[in-house]
């Protein structure tokens, strides 16, 4: 008969209180009992002395303090796995929600992971073709890589997201070793069933894991969410050589619920009332992202988070930014200029491109076409500011043509159909004739060797 | 030994009671795994202990064991060009005994204790050591000569002394009748990490950490024994700036702490400085290099740690007489680990959240830089380059703001640089050096006796372009009269000839401070002579036409570095007789 503890003294909040427990460990998971009828989850996250605090996953409802059973498991969170999770649905805390049953399995790893040790990472250096022209030149995403999307409510990330993922073209992936783990941490029903709506015309479906913790489900279970989707993609990359990627939406959603768990385990917060702990946790998340020696399969994560009051500096996108390798950000006021996919070429970046583009990757001239443009573009914008004070008329020919090449730019460089995927030969050739509308000497970051053989003067 | 028993878990701290033994900053044993762990409180109703791993599945009432000694670190050879995590446990090895994955309550010994090395053993019976005097010396790898000092607290008569020959660090090299008996000497050390090591004094920091970099060298260079602080926003270059630091600078040895940061970055290190060569030795680059990787993932508490371990091996070398450079990727993320510890151990915050002690404990790392006496008779330094990631990318947050009162070299990044791609985004008018005036001698003897006076002018236009900046946004370029406008030309070739360095070129990634002056010669001399010109009234768009600023804008790629004398006479000979023709035809 397993030790069942029924002394509860405080109730708050998705937080309660065992009191006189024993042998129980930091993290362990626990199986509540509500009056015989109702079995909920928990997990410990903090103890001291004999009193451990519990934070109820399902939510504290009907739990009184003395209705209630809590029988420690012994071991963490853990979720089954095997190859039979592609092309199913699973809650936020991974028990299946579609009514196939439960999996069947040997294995079964704790959520929390383990740190990869840096001396095992592979340096990621395969490209991936997403066919969006602003992100194969510009902010390339590479095999392995985390590149989250900066987003606005209201501005059209889950199109773009389900347009890469629909697209993407990963080195050394077929319909045989490809797989998406998708996860929904506070998002709308209808987000959820866009996604799955597109992975069903483009007949990935039962290529997908889904972990959905909708906006209305309990709040505790976002925690777990991300991290049951990213064990469950650890294991089909390097467990069974799969190269995934993996969709999180929306990552502001998750850090909210950090810290309004945070607040009512009365922690000291930092910046917004956020915990100080907030890097660390996201780092958490973030950093199992990679490719390890020895192994098959890759892990590349896109995360997308929406930024409160489109604000970079906001510290949910602000920290991600620091532990992420890049960023691609959407811009409301290009989306209200009719441009999709609305990105901010300036400061979206990949920080893996370097070594994952040109020679021998996609093509030698990439490099410097992608340095060159965005120089030219961050010019515009100071010609922009300037013709808004004396007026176009008055500027010089070439700052003229500055304005020309920043309005072609947007129109028919990043702009481009839902549904059209470019080769990367075709957006560095779109490049290259977007260039040509400048003058020769302007274009400075070129060598004059790769000017001759690319620059068409018109 | 067992000294407490487990009464509360808070993430990565835990709280023993029963504890009384157990001292402040004590090296501890956590629960039945064993985990690392250190005193930072004691209390009378128990101590209070940060874990250097993860703490999951930890239990009330399992053991806390007392070491007797604060936490240290092996100093031995067979630390260079290895990967270490916070707590100078090898990773390579970590990996043979886990696989991938990290796991916890590893025990693997910093350094190969088996290996044997040549060695020359210096001292002689008889002879009378103290503290700090090389006693032996054995090549570590190919650029660096690993000696063995007599350890700190010995002095004596060597009453044997071993043959030259191979031996392991552990095997007895020299044995010291001292006041306290006889000791024996082997080639292993242990320090704690928070206390600096002794040397015999400090000395005024004259030499420059040539960094290969222009504009580090030329506009804010950094001195040996000095402390640099690189702040940036996310995607404003920082890691890059600091690789190229790390990569060039004429230090002997590099210590690189990777700290909270990327595990590709640390990968990416690995792999790079492998195939990259010393500039200097033409040796690999990782043979003089030591890494320290605790990665945004790892365990919290040892990202607090490792900052000390890197400083730590790093003076151990400089009391052998080597010049170190630390890179410390990044500070603020240090910064945030006191914090989260802070707030774990639920002290009053001080600013934004970080404790009060923040300030005094940024003072107590970047003050173990410097250019010191040692006690073995040499000179040897450690400079420190720190990182800083603002929250925001606002640099009037703490960390930043405490920073910049431990270093004296400020080298701002800005983002809109960044933004266009201008590389290294180090913005010329926010950064500053107070080690200028310092090093003024060594750039006249070594880089010219006009160096200082080109760079004086140097940032005189870019300060001028600036103020002219103000006006042009207002009311365009084209307004501004002609001499003006030279000076705004011939600031964009500063900035995109001079200033901006490609990382990726193989000419331009690393210049030598001679070709620096050169450079900036050239793009004054044709400034001087265009000036000339310009003020009897010939037109700056004519000049520009000629090509000639086109060209000695991209002059830093074709002039190669070990020969470039030549190549810019000629430019200046271009330029003479660009000008001589304008003023034929124009005058």
Known sequence: ????????????????????????????????????????????????????????????????????KVRPTGHPMRLNLSEEILGRVFSGVGKPIDGLGDIYTEESWAVDGSPINPVSREYPRSFIQTGISAIDVLATLIRGQK????????????????????????????????GIVFAAMGVKYDVADYFRRSFEESGVLSHVTMFLNLVDDPVVERIITPRAALTAAEYLAFKKGMHMLVVLTDMTAYAEALREISSSKNEIPSRKGFPGYLYSDLASLYE?????????????????????????????????????????????????????????????????????????????????????????????????????????????????????????????????????????????????????????????????????????AQ | MENGIITKINGPVIHAGNAKELSMHEMVYVGEEELIGEVIATRADGAVIQVYESTEGIKIGEKVKGTGGPLSVTLA???????????????????????????????????????????????????????????????????????????????????????????NITETLIKVETENGEREINSIQRWPIKKARPAAGRMIARKPLVTGQRVIDSLFPVAKGGAAAIPGGFGTGKTMTQHQFAKWSDADIIIYIGCGERGNEMTQVLEEFKELSDPRTGKSLLDRTILIANTSNMPVAAREAS???????????????????????????????????????????????????????LAGFYERAGYFNTLCGEEGSVTIIGTVSPQGGDFSEPVTQNTKRFTRCFLALDRS????????????????????PDLEAWYEEN?????????????????????????????????????????????????????????????????????????????????????????????????????????????????????????FSRYRAKTDAVIDKLRETQL
Request: charged share 25%; aromatic share 8%.
């Open chain 2, 417 to 436: 640089l960044a933004y266009a791609r201008h590389y290294p985004a180090i913005q010329w008018m926010t950064s500053y050096s107070e080690y200028v």
């Open chain 1, 288 to 456: 199992r992202a990679g490719m390890v020696r020895g192994a098959e399969g890759s892990v590349t994560q896109i995360p997308i988070l929406s930024m409160p009051n489109d604000d970079i500096t906001h510290p949910i996108p602000d920290l991600t930014g620091y532990i992420t390798e890049g960023q691609i950000v959407l811009e409301r006021s290009i989306n209200q200029s009719g441009i999709y996919p609305p990105i901010n070429v300036l400061p979206s970046l990949s920080r893996l491109m370097k070594d994952g583009i040109g020679k021998g990757y996609t093509r030698e001239d990439h490099p410097a076409l992608s340095n060159q443009l965005f120089a030219s573009y961050a010019k515009v914008s100071d010609v922009r500011a300037l013709a808004s004070v004396i007026g176009e008329d008055e500027l010089s020919e070439t700052d003229k043509k500055y304005l020309v090449f920043g309005r072609e730019f947007e129109n028919k460089f990043v702009n481009q159909d839902r549904n059209e995927n470019r080769s990367i030969e075709d957006s560095l050739e779109l490049g290259w004739s977007l260039l040509s509308i400048l003058p020769r000497e302007e274009l400075d970051r070129l060598d004059p060797e790769v000017l001759k053989q690319h620059y068409k």
């Open chain 1, 1 to 68: 008969m397993p030790i069942e503890y029924t002394k509860l003294s405080n109730i708050d909040g998705p937080l309660m209180v065992v009191e006189g427990v024993s042998g129980v460990g930091y993290n362990e998971i626990v199986e509540i009992n509500v009056s015989d009828t109702e079995t909920k989850t928990g997990q410990i996250t903090a103890i001291d002395g004999d009193r451990a605090v519990v934070q109820v996953f399902e939510g504290t409802g009907d739990i009184s303090l003395i209705n209630t």
């Open chain 1, 147 to 178: 590149l989250p999307v900066f987003s606005g409510n209201g501005l059209p990330h889950d199109v773009l997201a389900a347009q890469i993922v629909r697209q993407a073209k990963i080195t050394g992936a077929d319909s045989g070793n490809f």
């Open chain 2, 307 to 361: 900052i000390y371990t890197g400083v730590t091996i790093a003076e151990y070398y400089r009391d052998m007489g080597y010049d170190i450079a630390i890179m410390a990727d990044s500070t603020s993320r240090w910064a945030e680990a006191l914090r989260e510890i802070s707030g774990r151990l639920e002290e009053m915050p001080a600013e934004e959240g970080f404790p009060a002690y923040l300030s005094s404990r």
């Open chain 2, 447 to 567: 880089a010219g006796e006009d160096f200082y006076e080109l760079r004086t002018q140097i940032i005189r236009i870019l300060r001028e372009e600036s103020e002219l900046m103000e006006i042009v946004k207002l009311v365009g370029g084209d307004v501004l009269p002609d001499l003006q406008k030279l000076t705004l030309e011939t600031a964009k070739v500063i900035r995109v000839g001079f200033l901006q360095q490609n990382a990726y070129h193989k000419e331009d990634t690393y210049v030598p401070v001679k070709k620096q002056r050169e450079m900036m010669k050239t793009i004054l001399y044709l400034y001087d002579k265009a000036k000339e010109l310009v003020t009897r009234g010939v037109p700056v768009s004519l000049i520009r036409e000629e090509g000639i600023f086109d060209e000695i804008t991209l002059m830093k790629y074709n002039t190669p570095n070990d020969k470039f004398e030549n190549a």
């Open chain 2, 77 to 167: 050879p067979g630390l260079m060009s290895n990967i270490f995590d916070g707590i100078e446990r090898p990773l390579e090895d970590m990996e043979k005994a886990s696989g991938f994955f990290i796991t916890r309550g590893l025990r693997v010994d910093a350094v190969d204790k088996t290996k044997k090395r040549p060695y020359e053993i210096l001292a002689k019976a008889g002879d009378t050591v103290t503290e700090g005097q090389v006693i032996a010396q054995t090549p570590e790898t190919d650029s660096v000569l690993h000696k063995i000092l007599v350890p700190v607290g010995i002095n004596g008569k060597v009453t044997f002394a071993a043959k030259n020959g191979n031996y």
